[in-house]
């Protein structure tokens, strides 16, 4: 911020710096993971419910890199191209110091394992999240304010599951509730709890899409919709999974039906975004469509269903940012771009349509993109559990996709030319595309790599190869 | 088990500020709607840490301290945009 006061030039050359240097030791630290065990620290060395935990597992440490790989690309980006419109040059000096805080915020709710820690965070993220909106759309106090009240409404509904669970469990630590939950065999207040952490995380969800309304630059979009939603997405299956798992409890029907129906409901979203004519609109419909696929996988509730969850999030975060930097490669300020624009984008810039091909490959899931192993883990995870409606919803959705994706290929591979061709993009706004298009297909090619090291650590305790018993009980794990 | 007085206010002040959120007509109107629905987990923890619960009192001053802050930031935005967007008049016709 004060060096922003000094020079816009300053303020960048410092974000990147603190941005690379903050993902060089993400990564050494990510190397240098064991598999099998998170890393665990207590803030303070005071232990919970007073002292705050944070947990780093491997799952965790590739997101943050990814998260904070993002952040560094969306600074990288912005000062390549002329992305900001009508906004004053003076905004620009202050967005650094926004990015560094959206990429701090969501490292600390990604790592944090204290419920009223992860609320807190929350709302420092919708502040931040809120001032790089107001700084870098057109209409920015509208958007800010937008984007601030209904993300600070989604934080409260959060707050209030928080507190609902600790009136009921007398902790905020998320170990320690899931075991008060069990010895007191409070299942309603999981229940509760859980359906109000949904209710607010669902907001964060649908406004980082992003919301259609928003419309941020595609720049700060892929930070948003490839950071932000997915890493939120993660929040929640933590949540899920580390406090309120708990074991025998049962959904009622009419809650297993809502479920279901907010699974095809978002699935069906598909359906409205092939319909769409702009790239602009059509790209926050499928961010929000892919929840779909997060939310069925955990829908099931087996190995296979979370595993395909969680690969299916990791190949969402590398396409939707991939997507929307490609859309800014594209025409970097905020305004439609009619989709009859990219007719024979393939042959004109070969590098370019070959990563929209990856990217919208990798959503359709075709071999060998991440997104392909996601969806056949859910399937896999539909058929062990013998979910015929999801498995039939999952098929149904896939197939539509991929006849959608072979008409995108066409009109990439197009002969007739656009009436207005978009202009060439800069150096730097390639750079990102192809790193991110590269990590869909190396994620695909590598997937049972990435699962031993990755996917499996992070699953539920009860799918884990432990040495019998294990019982993580209050904060330790005990034998 | 019965929800004691202090957990139904909070639910009474999270519903009316729900709903004001969503339906209020100017934005100050709807960032104050915002402060009524943080009042009723505030109103909670209160409740929770005048049993001779320091964390629930520590909570509370949390929760004070960051619904003023976002109170201001949002009746600040609020100032900043006097009227609502066109679409809200035409459904309320």
Not at chain 1, 15 to 43: F, K, M
Not at chain 1, 57 to 73: E, G, K, M, N
Request: aromatic share 10%.
């Amino acid at each position: 911020m004060g060096l922003g006061l000094l020079s816009a030039r300053a303020a960048r050359s410092f974000g990147l710096i603190l941005l690379g240097t903050s993902l060089a030791l993400a990564a050494r630290t990510l190397a240098h993971l064991p598999g099998e065990v998170a890393w665990r620290y207590n803030l303070g060395g005071w232990p919970p419910p007073w002292g705050i935990e944070m947990s780093l597992s491997p799952l965790l440490a590739l997101f943050t890199c990814l998260l904070l790989a993002l952040a560094f690309f969306t600074l990288f980006y912005s000062g390549g191209v002329a992305a900001y419109g009508t906004v004053g040059r003076w905004n620009i000096r202050f967005l650094p110091a926004a990015l560094l805080g959206i990429s701090g915020t969501l490292s600390g709710l990604l790592l944090i394992r204290d419920a009223f820690s992860h609320y807190l965070l929350l709302q420092v993220l919708v502040l931040v999240c809120g001032l790089a909106l107001g700084l870098a759309c057109e209409q920015g106090a509208k958007v800010a304010f937008q984007w601030t009240l209904m993300g600070s409404v989604g934080a409260s509904l959060l707050l209030w599951g928080v507190l609902g669970l600790w009136s009921a469990t007398g902790t905020l630590h998320f170990g320690d509730i899931l075991a008060r939950l069990f010895i007191s065999g409070d299942l309603k207040a999981a229940l509760a709890g859980g359906a109000f952490l949904t209710l607010g995380w669902a907001f964060l969800l649908a406004l980082a899409a992003p919301w259609p309304g928003i419309q941020p630059p595609p720049f700060l979009a892929g930070l948003l919709s490839g950071g932000l939603a997915r890493v939120g997405a993660l929040c929640l299956f933590f949540f899920y999974f580390s406090a309120l798992n708990v074991p025998g409890m049962t959904h009622p029907s009419w809650l297993l039906f809502l479920e279901h129906l907010g699974v095809v409901l978002l699935l069906g979203l598909f359906g409205w975004a092939a319909r769409r004519r702009d790239l602009m609109e059509t790209l926050p419909l499928l961010g929000l469509a892919q929840f779909g696929f997060f939310f069925a996988g955990v829908l099931l509730g087996n190995k296979a269903g979370l595993t395909g969850a969680l690969v299916e999030l990791l190949a969402q975060a590398l396409g939707m940012a991939g997507l929307y930097f490609a859309a800014g490669t594209l025409r970097p300020n905020v305004g439609p771009q009619p989709l009859s624009r990219l007719a024979g984008l393939a042959r004109r810039r070969p590098w370019t349509g070959l990563a929209l091909i990856v990217f919208a490959a990798s959503i359709a899931g075709v071999p060998p993109t991440a997104g392909f192993f996601g969806k056949y883990y859910l399937v896999l995870g539909a058929l062990e559990k013998g979910d015929k409606f999801l498995l039939a919803v999952i098929a149904v959705t896939v197939l539509f996709n991929l006849v959608v994706f072979l008409r995108f290929l066409l009109l990439l591979f197009e002969h007739r030319g656009p009436s207005a061709p978009p202009e060439p993009p800069s150096r730097a706004a390639r750079l990102p595309v192809l790193l991110l298009a590269l990590g869909v297909l190396v994620l695909g090619l590598f997937h049972q790599a990435a699962l031993n090291r990755f996917i499996e650590p992070a699953l539920p305790k009860a799918f884990l190869e432990l040495p019998s018993p294990y019982v993580p009980f209050l904060g330790k794990d005990v034998e | 088990m019965g929800i004691s007085l202090p957990a139904a206010l909070a639910m009474l002040l999270v519903l009316l500020g729900f709903h004001g959120v969503l339906i209020g007509k100017t934005p100050l109107r709807r960032s104050l709607a915002w402060c009524l629905l943080q009042a009723g987990p505030c109103v909670l923890a209160l409740s929770l840490g005048l049993k001779e619960d320091p964390l629930g009192q520590a909570l509370a001053l949390i929760l004070l301290v960051v619904g003023g802050l976002v109170a201001s930031v949002l009746c600040f935005l609020a100032k900043l945009q006097p009227t609502l967007p066109k679409e809200r008049k035409g459904r309320a016709r």
